[in-house]
């Protein structure tokens, strides 16, 4: 029988607030548990807490924050040769870097997830890592590969019967279709937006029915912004409006601030769709009035994307001007910031990468073949 201590508490205290998405707790005990473990010497407790930090940060938002805290996990788990979780924070680090913009190492650590789990024999590591590289390829303009490598890791999902990794492709298939849909629209060719648009709600469907028994608010907040998105994609604007009013509400109660942000700028879009300008020109003002003390460059450019669109559908051409300029000033930023990051996260990626030297790599196979093997 193992004796409670203050660590083995606030790291238990951690991993709840993980399951039910409580991530100003879980960060604030994770953090708690970390210091614990380092005073105590214990290695393999302090990588279990930085990676709950991490992945409470992340769920916050908190980017940057979650790769520190990723990337000193990363390396504790790498010296105890703990493949299971080194994969885990490869994912989560992936992730992280997407979303701040940071493309190139977010593939090269999702590859390395892929590789080791391949390797190891990592069942369900390798699904997560075989979901993400079709979501960042998605991301990267390449939407027919990352369908295809979605569609790999929902079929893989459905053969192990694991319902939370079939609800992780689901998502993504429907993100992807997503912004499939939009890109092709505005390339000219509706035939295949409108296909995109319809097989992106077909997945949205079978997410929401595995949604609803997800504990953590977080997921469930994410696949209904998702799937509200396809809701506006084949014209349902007035359904995806109500869908992510409920998400925005849930995710502030929920302090999720970047999940906030996402449905906010969502309602604006779709109260652009419905001609509703005076409303969506509200929404907008509360993201940009809610990003005043926060760092969500993304978030930033979709809502002044959308700024730009009112102005013109109004025919203010001075407005229209001004947000041209703004918008451009902030993907410059953007970038810069993202360079900056890029070659310590790359150092951080080699390091890992020659660490785990020894690990059959498979990526050639899939570069040469179009898909990973996952037999």
């Known amino acids: 029988?193992?004796?409670?201590?203050?660590?083995?508490?606030?790291?238990?205290?951690?991993?709840?607030?993980?399951?039910?998405?409580?991530?100003?707790?879980?960060?604030?005990?994770?953090?708690?548990?970390?210091?614990?473990?380092?005073?105590?010497?214990?290695?393999?407790?302090?990588?279990?807490?930085?990676?709950?930090?991490?992945?409470?940060?992340f769920s916050a938002?908190?980017?940057?924050?979650?790769?520190?805290?990723?990337?000193?996990?990363?390396?504790?788990?790498?010296?105890?040769?703990?493949?299971?979780?080194?994969?885990?924070?490869?994912?989560?680090?992936?992730?992280?870097?997407?979303?701040?913009?940071?493309?190139?190492?977010?593939?090269?650590?999702?590859?390395?997830?892929?590789?080791?789990?391949?390797?190891?024999?990592?069942?369900?590591?390798?699904?997560?890592?075989?979901?993400?590289?079709g979501a960042l390829h998605g991301r990267l303009g390449d939407w027919d590969r990352g369908e295809t490598l979605l569609l790999q890791a929902l079929s893989r999902a459905r053969d192990r019967h694991d319902e939370g990794a079939v609800l992780v492709a689901l998502n993504g298939l429907t993100a992807l279709l997503v912004e499939m849909h939009a890109t092709l629209g505005e390339a000219g060719d509706p035939e295949r937006a409108v296909a995109a648009a319809q097989r992106a709600l077909r997945h949205a469907r079978h997410a929401l029915v595995l949604a609803q028994d997800q504990p953590n608010p977080f997921r469930r907040v994410i696949v209904r912004s998702n799937a509200a998105g396809a809701l506006q994609a084949n014209d349902r604007a007035e359904e995806a409006l109500a869908m992510l009013r409920e998400c925005r509400a849930a995710a502030l109660a929920d302090g999720q601030r970047a999940l906030a942000l996402k449905a906010w700028t969502g309602?604006?879009?779709?109260?652009?769709?419905?001609?509703?300008?005076?409303?969506?020109?509200?929404?907008?003002?509360?993201?940009?009035?809610?990003?005043?003390?926060?760092?969500?460059?993304?978030?930033?450019?979709?809502?002044?994307?959308?700024?730009?669109?009112?102005?013109?559908?109004?025919?203010?051409?001075?407005r229209a001007d001004q947000h041209s300029a703004d918008l451009a000033l902030r993907v410059l930023r953007r970038q810069r910031k993202a360079d900056a990051l890029s070659a310590a996260l790359q150092e951080a990626a080699d390091r890992v990468q020659g660490a785990l030297s020894r690990v059959e790599s498979e990526w050639l196979d899939l570069q040469r073949n179009g898909a990973p093997k996952t037999h």
């Open 1 to 57: 029988m193992s004796i409670a201590s203050p660590l083995h508490d606030a790291l238990a205290a951690a991993r709840q607030a993980l399951v039910v998405g409580d991530a100003h707790v879980g960060i604030e005990r994770g953090l708690q548990a970390l210091l614990l473990a380092r005073d105590q010497g214990d290695a393999s407790s302090a990588a279990a807490a930085g990676t709950l930090v991490a992945h409470h940060l």
């Open 267 to 318: 309602e604006a879009k779709a109260l652009l769709r419905l001609g509703r300008h005076d409303e969506a020109a509200a929404a907008l003002d509360e993201v940009f009035g809610r990003l005043q003390d926060s760092d969500h460059p993304k978030a930033s450019i979709d809502a002044l994307r959308l700024r730009l669109s009112l102005a013109e559908r109004q025919g203010d051409l001075a």
């Open 61 to 133: 938002g908190h980017f940057e924050d979650a790769l520190y805290h990723g990337h000193q996990a990363l390396l504790q788990w790498q010296r105890q040769h703990d493949h299971d979780h080194v994969c885990e924070v490869l994912v989560m680090l992936a992730s992280a870097c997407s979303d701040i913009g940071v493309d190139n190492e977010a593939l090269e650590f999702a590859q390395q997830a892929f590789d080791i789990a391949r390797a190891k024999g990592l069942a369900p590591r390798l699904n997560q890592a075989l979901s993400l590289l």
